[in-house]
């Protein structure tokens, strides 16, 4: 499909990374996976991501650390930050 949009999916459980890719990828989405905020931003700078789905609190890199970091990176990739936390 080419009109198939590309999200990047980084948590650090992966649990949760298995669970969005299964239902990202049953919805139509192309659904690529990084273990953390620095496999993420690597592979965001590659480019051919539309939309990056972060945890927010993961060692190392953070995700707002990573949404800093991705918007100098990729400024057209929209970000959202999920959390278990309340």
Known sequence: M????????ADDDPAVR???????????????LAPDGQAALDRLRQGGIDLLLSDLKMPGLTGLELLKQAREAAPDVDVILLTAFG
């Not at 080419?2 to 999916?9: E, F, P």
């Not at 298995?18 to 690529?32: D, I």
Request: proline fraction near 0%.
């Open 2 to 9: 080419a009109d198939q949009a590309m999200l990047l999916v």
């Open 18 to 32: 298995q669970s969005l890719e299964r239902t990202l990828t049953r919805e139509g989405y192309g659904v690529v």
